[in-house]
């Protein structure tokens, strides 16, 4: 409050207790008086609050439900919850679309206890699910149980025993693990999988799997002694491979990559540890040639971008990038290049 508006409030204050007190009689009267006027205060004080809220917020009181679902979209899960705390509407709204609580993130063992709620708001639709936790047994329950309508899987945690032996992942799209290193699961698990996200893999020695049909991109480090032990995958719709060195020694395609067959690819990605020797990366865009032919089966060309992650060149290492330069895949579109980024 600005000191005009205050010692206008204050004189008419002044003026309507000299007119209240000119018929009082007795100081208790007086005492009496302003008390009145306090409770007048308090209970116009309400009145001038909501006829604040009518005037200045009037546009977002008036915006339609499908606009109001499209802002709280924006929110994670615990602000949609808070929302339908404002009032009566905006609680109609959030808990009136289920598609608000598809996407489901826990990030402690105490907060699976809210899952069946949120469960509940979601409806029938597929749900996306982003669990961190500490006890595999927590969550193993409620991934089996609702296996059938998961799209979107994320596990930060140790991977639940038996996952990949349980019921099929039919509308599984989208898994990631982020955690420890892991098998890479059979394709009959879920047959329609579209991204692998692994933070660390093995190819397990089990000969010939149903492929995966529908995965385009691929993401991982393997952790196999040697991939040439391994069967190979097969991903015949596989677009962009992306592969994270994590070994300190030099990379050799021949042991540290697992034999994708995949005749569409056209981009790979390779992360290196951060701060990576340029002599390593070198050597590992000379083997690029040998990797499309005899790993991946792939003609010279067939690759349109090659990106380097992790990657950070120093003064001294010109001479090695304009080598790496001319080892560049040989493409007949001259827009077609190398990309390097920094971490």
């Not at 598609?99 to 063992?109: A, F, G």
């Not at 409620?142 to 059938?148: F, G, L, M, T, V």
């Not at 509308?171 to 098998?183: G, P, T, W």
């Not at 290196?272 to 060309?301: C, H, I």
Request: with cysteine.
């Amino acid at each position: 409050m600005s000191g005009a508006v205050h010692k206008q409030i204050y004189g008419l204050v002044v003026e309507i207790m000299r007119e209240i007190m000119r018929e009082l009689s007795s100081a208790s009267d007086v005492k009496a008086a302003a008390r009145a006027i306090r409770c007048v205060v308090d209970q116009a004080l309400p009145d001038a609050k909501q006829s604040w809220n009518t005037s200045t917020v009037w546009t977002i009181a008036h915006f339609p439900p499908e606009l109001l679902a499209q802002i709280f979209s924006w929110l994670d899960i615990a602000g949609r919850a808070r929302v339908t705390e404002v009032c009566r509407d905006w609680r109609a709204v959030a808990l009136g679309d289920p598609s608000l609580w598809t996407q489901i993130k826990l990030r402690n063992d105490e907060d699976m206890h809210c899952f069946d709620s949120l469960l509940r708001r979601a409806g029938t639709l597929f749900l996306a699910l982003d669990l961190d936790y500490q006890d595999p047994d927590a969550v193993a329950p409620i991934i089996a149980d609702n296996i059938s309508r998961i799209s979107s899987l994320t596990l930060r945690g140790i991977c639940p025993t038996g996952l990949f032996h349980g019921p099929s992942a039919t509308q599984l799209r989208e898994f990631e693990y982020r955690n420890e290193v892991i098998s890479i699961p059979r394709s009959s698990w879920a047959p329609n999988l579209q991204h692998l996200s692994l933070s660390g893999f093995r190819v397990p020695l089990l000969g010939n799997d149903r492929p995966f049909r529908h995965l385009t991109h691929f993401y991982g480090s393997l952790l196999n002694s040697d991939a040439r032990r391994t069967p190979g995958l097969y991903a015949p719709s596989l677009v962009i491979l992306e592969f994270i060195k994590c070994r300190s020694r030099p990379f050799d395609w021949r042991k540290d990559l697992p034999q994708f067959h995949a005749p569409n690819l056209r981009e790979l990605v390779v992360a290196f540890r951060v701060g990576e020797k340029p002599s390593y990366v070198l050597q590992l865009v000379k083997g690029l040639r040998v990797l499309l032919r005899d790993t991946l089966g792939l003609p010279t060309g067939s690759i349109s971008r090659l990106t380097l992650r992790n990657f950070l060149a120093q003064d001294g290492d010109i001479a090695v990038l304009s080598q790496i330069a001319q080892e560049v895949i040989m493409t007949d579109d001259p827009d077609d290049s190398i990309h390097s980024t920094s971490p």
